[in-house]
């Protein structure tokens, strides 16, 4: 028995393939070798595909279960600190964008109701593709990457309200008002629907079901939450996206996200492969050839537009221009509730012949050109930021009292005050170290500045930003951003600032090291391989290893860069074998206590190297070193000491700094 379905799906994952593989080789994207598929085995190619409405189907089940991982890698937490860029940034954007649309369009003759309607439709942008590309280059938690994600979401909602009125714009009657406040009412309920669920009953219900070890039941337990939230906000009226992103959040405030986001991740992309196939099918060639320049004029302008509006409006949320640059290019393409929306359209009479066509043509192009766009956009940040712009807009419109700015020297600077950034501050004020922070989110910034955080806001691609900081005078600098782009602008403009900083960047990626280094990085940690320093430490302390001997494996590790665990062939010395280069001397640090007996006496009276045969190498008091320290110099509280000596000899002097009695 011949099933059309499956056929469909046969051709379409075996087109798939030989397209990839050719788009691989040329360094195509894979979502345009989707869109390819797509035209290729669409009604308008070769008309391979036949069960067209269940292929429909098939993608929006992809939609589904990308924003439903999209919204269980985020969480509730994270969505209230964008909630400013949702409101304010999203509606500023749709309406800034229909407002352009719409004066175009009457400009060019269409009607007012289509004219209108024109507006919704650029005024949306593509989740899918947006999303999955930030995704993929890992840029989901940076600036842009929030504030894409933030506008994002407004749009999903605004689309509801959008089609309530296209049915007014084409001059049908009806209660509208009415059917509004029903909405959101029904809204009003979806948000304490997932606020409760988020907070007392998944957790409970996947607590009960973890506890049965039941890989099955744990995955369609997590696969049942994520439809069936997605299937409720569609009864009422709003888009199964959305829903499917609210039952993300759901799962992210339980304990085991990590765990259903590796579960649904398979099925995400190979159902999310339908959504790009299908885009690709609606695009008539035949058409397409008739008119290619006029239509490719068209999506230029439809990507310039967008990408100045969403570019101005996040300037004016208080980023700097180079986070408004690569917003304005993420969002600059038709999106995928554009079509949807359409269809409505269609069945108005708003789009209809040529109009429609025209619309497809375009949307599709905006969407093949979005992967290279994105890819572009940091190289395109760097040229605008070269030319002679005002310094405000640069730096961004930062609407928080300014920090009082005083000269540091010899201080630690610290870009980015995410996870990583506030556990080095807070290190830093346990050591007593001086230190300034650089942060791009204004939010953050005012909250941490009212604290009493020293922390600048700022874009520190920018040299001025830098030289702010006082860079050219600081000892460390630390990079502790997502953004893999700005983070080699910043080791080249930080190496160029100041040749003598120690320079310490952290990436994600294994890939990245090499760049940075040659950047001028002094260290590079790697994510992925201090996780697995990490995972063979607690290996080995459980197999009763002696911790020094551990302690010198780990130098061994990272002394290379890593090199044991990059390359596969290169055999690691076994712990007993690992020496150091002085294996007999080490150096220890030590804090004199204000009670202990030394404090007062000079270092010529202490006399720590014949009486306990070790070597004071430099001694620090408040931010000043003194290297080699002479005799006459008497030690005070809170000096630290840096001594040399056999590890027994350092046994020795462990307690002399904060014993009343001297030894």
Not at 187 to 202: C, D, E, K, N
Not at 608 to 616: D, F, I, M, S
Request: hydrophobic share 50%; net charge neutral; aromatic share 8%.
């Amino acid at each position: 028995m011949e099933i059309p379905l499956l056929n469909d799906i046969v051709i379409i994952f075996g087109l798939s393939i030989v397209v990839l593989f050719v788009c691989h080789r040329f360094r195509i994207p894979s979502i345009v070798g989707f869109l390819l598929t797509g035209v290729l085995a669409g009604p308008h190619g070769l008309g391979l595909i036949k069960a067209l409405h269940e292929v429909e189907l098939l993608a929006e089940v992809g939609i589904v279960l990308l924003l439903f991982t999209i919204g269980i890698e985020f969480s509730l937490k994270s969505l209230v600190k964008i909630k400013k860029s949702v409101l304010l940034g999203g509606s500023l954007q749709v309406m800034l964008t229909l407002l352009a649309a719409f004066f175009i369009a009457r400009f060019l003759g269409q009607a007012f109701g289509q004219a209108v309607f024109i507006g919704f439709l650029a005024a949306l942008s593509s989740t899918a593709i947006v999303l999955k590309l930030i995704q993929e280059r890992a840029e989901v938690d940076s600036p842009h990457g929030r504030t894409t994600l933030a506008i994002l979401i407004y749009q999903d909602v605004i689309i509801v309200p959008m089609i309530l009125f296209t049915p007014l714009l084409a001059g049908a009657h009806g209660n509208w008002g009415e059917s509004l406040l029903i909405l959101a009412l029904k809204g009003i309920g979806i948000i304490l629907l997932v606020l409760v669920s988020a907070r007392w009953i998944v957790p409970y219900v996947l607590y009960q079901i973890a506890r049965t070890r039941n890989r099955e039941l744990f995955l369609l337990s997590v696969v049942v939450i994520g439809l069936g939230v997605a299937w409720v906000t569609s009864m009422v009226g709003l888009s199964l996206a959305l829903g499917a992103f609210l039952a993300g959040l759901i799962i992210s405030e339980s304990g085991y996200s990590h765990h259903a986001l590796g579960n649904i991740l398979p099925f995400r992309d190979v159902f999310t492969s339908f959504f790009f196939v299908s885009i690709g099918m609606l695009l008539d060639i035949g058409f397409l050839l008739q008119e290619p320049a006029l239509i490719a004029l068209i999506a230029l302008a439809v990507l310039a537009l967008k990408t100045v509006i969403a570019g101005v409006v996040t300037i004016l949320l208080g980023f700097p221009l180079r986070t408004g640059i690569l917003v304005g290019l993420g969002l600059s393409q038709v999106g995928e509730f554009s079509f949807i929306l359409s269809k409505t359209g269609v069945e108005h009479g708003l789009l209809a012949g040529s109009t429609y066509q025209t619309f497809l043509s375009v949307s599709v192009l905006t969407m093949a050109a979005t992967p290279f766009i994105i890819a572009a956009a940091p190289r395109v940040a760097d040229i605008l930021l070269r030319l002679p712009l005002p310094r405000r807009l640069v730096s961004g419109l930062y609407p928080a009292h300014e920090i009082e700015k005083t000269r540091k020297k010899e201080h630690l600077v610290i870009i980015g005050f995410g996870v990583n950034g506030k556990n080095l501050a807070r290190a830093a004020r346990v050591g007593a170290i001086p230190y300034v922070i650089i942060e791009m989110n204004p939010d953050v910034v005012r909250e941490q500045g009212a604290k009493g955080e020293t922390i600048y806001y700022g874009d520190a691609t920018q040299e001025a930003v830098l030289k702010h900081a006082d860079v050219k005078d600081a000892r460390i600098v630390v990079v502790a951003i997502n953004d893999p782009a700005a983070t080699r602008r910043i080791s080249e403009i930080v190496r160029k600032l100041n040749a003598r900083v120690h320079l310490i960047v952290r990436t994600r990626y294994v890939q990245e090291m090499q760049p940075l280094y040659e950047l001028g990085a002094d260290e590079v940690i790697p994510e992925e391989f201090e996780t697995s320093v990490e995972i063979f430490t607690r290996v080995l302390a459980k197999y009763l290893i002696p911790r020094d001997e551990i302690e010198k494996f780990i130098a061994e590790v990272r002394s290379d860069g890593y090199e044991m665990f990059r390359s596969i062939s290169k055999v690691p010395m076994s712990v007993s074998e690992v020496k150091l280069h002085l294996p007999d001397v080490e150096i220890s640090t030590f804090r004199v206590d204000e009670k202990s007996a030394v404090v007062g006496k000079s270092l010529a009276r202490i006399d720590l190297r014949k009486k306990y045969g070790v070597t004071l190498l430099a001694l620090r008091r408040d931010s000043q070193v003194v290297s080699n320290p002479g005799g006459a110099i008497k030690l005070g509280a809170d000096d630290i000491l840096f001594v040399l000596g056999a590890p027994d000899r350092i046994a020795q002097v462990t307690n002399l700094f904060d014993n009343p009695k001297e030894g």
